[in-house]
T-cell receptor, first 116, second 115 residues
Framework: GAVVSQHPSRVICKSGTSVKIECRSL??????MFWYRQFPKQSLMLMAT?????????EQGVEKDKFLINHASLTLSTLTVTSAHPEDSSFYIC????????????FGEGSRLTVL | AQKVTQAQTEISVVEKEDVTLDCVYE???????LFWYKQPPSGELVFLIRRNSFDEQNEISGRYSWNFQKSTSSFNFTITASQVVDSAVYFC????????????FGTGTLLAVQP
């Protein structure tokens, strides 16, 4: 089946630094990618939807300048957490939409961010 | 509004018991997709099933079965003869296409299977 790879799987950074998380569709072209955030023992909350070559659409309450999303190619979307703070520590998961239909969705392995 | 409700926060069963996880969705769309995912402690989401809104046929896959009822907007998941390895958080989700174009997750049900 289709594979979506996220990197890094774990990252620890100091407060104030920026962290970039990559999401790649390895064997298919993903015109749409979704970014989710999951706090411990909570559900996955959609942060933004990114379409290749255009600006991301952010969900209400998500800071655009804080969470920069770039979808420069059909196989790569990146999420950059800028000036990270401890409250940004979370599990971030990306999802890529395949070409077989609107319900064809594949998830990355997730990236656990810890901000000290 | 689009919404997915999993009323059961936590369920604990003893191995070999059957267990049903409930999922109720809300939508005005006629076309949508319903999913179940398993999330073990490692965090990675494991895809279990996808159903589109036009296919109400129930499905069985080994010890897993799903009951899709449009009349009650429910998509329940049953594990037969549960095993310790089934312990995980299970999420029901619904994808709405068109202008919505997003996958919305329920709050999840933590299933603990005791030996």
């Amino acid at each position: 089946g289709a594979v979506v790879s996220q990197h890094p799987s774990r990252v620890i950074c100091k407060s104030g630094t920026s962290v970039k998380i990559e999401c790649r569709s390895l064997d298919f072209q993903a015109t749409t990618m979704f970014w989710y955030r999951q706090f411990p023992k909570q559900s996955l909350m959609l942060m933004a939807t990114s379409n290749e070559g255009s600006k991301a659409t952010y969900e209400q309450g998500v800071e655009k300048d804080k969470f920069l999303i770039n979808h420069a190619s059909l196989t790569l979307s990146t999420l950059t957490v800028t000036s990270a703070h401890p409250e940004d520590s979370s599990f971030y998961i990306c999802s890529a939409r395949g070409s077989q239909g609107p319900g064809e969705l594949f998830f990355g392995e997730g990236s656990r961010l810890t901000v000290l | 509004a689009q919404k997915v409700t999993q009323a059961q926060t936590e369920i604990s069963v003893v191995e070999k018991e059957d267990v049903t996880l409930d999922c109720v969705y809300e939508t005005r769309d006629t076309t949508y997709y319903l999913f179940w995912y398993k999330q073990p402690p490692s965090g990675e989401l494991v895809f279990l099933i996808r159903r589109n809104s036009f296919d109400e046929q129930n499905e069985i896959s080994g010890r897993y079965s799903w009951n899709f009822q449009k009349s009650t907007s429910s998509f329940n998941f049953t594990i037969t003869a549960s095993q310790v390895v089934d312990s995980a958080v299970y999420f029901c989700a619904s994808f709405y296409g068109g202008a919505t174009n997003k996958l919305i997750f329920g709050t999840g049900t933590l299933l603990a299977v005791q030996p």
